[in-house]
């Protein structure tokens, strides 16, 4: 029973943070958060007819990030 209580917690607090995230990632093409997207670095190539866009720095600086805050919710949610 403890361990589908635990598995409901982890997945609510995956979905709030997958929102947050979403949201983040909505607003910030208005808003430009940073810079956000558009790093040097990012790779970016316009010819006649055609574009290509990969944000290499963005990726990794958002992996990250996203690996630090995960390491700190399990450094205090350790017993």
Do not use: E, H
Not at 13 to 33: H, P, R, T, Y
Not at 60 to 76: A, G, K, P, R
């Amino acid at each position: 029973m403890q361990f589908s209580f635990q598995l409901g917690k982890f997945l609510v607090i995956a979905g709030v943070l997958l929102v947050a995230l979403g949201l983040f990632f909505m607003a910030g093409g208005k808003f430009s958060f940073f810079g956000f997207g558009r790093l040097p670095g990012d790779i970016v190539y316009k010819g006649k007819n055609t574009s290509f866009y990969f944000p290499i720095v963005s990726c990794l600086i958002l992996s990250v990030v996203i690996t630090l805050l995960l390491w700190l919710v399990s450094l205090f949610t350790r017993r």
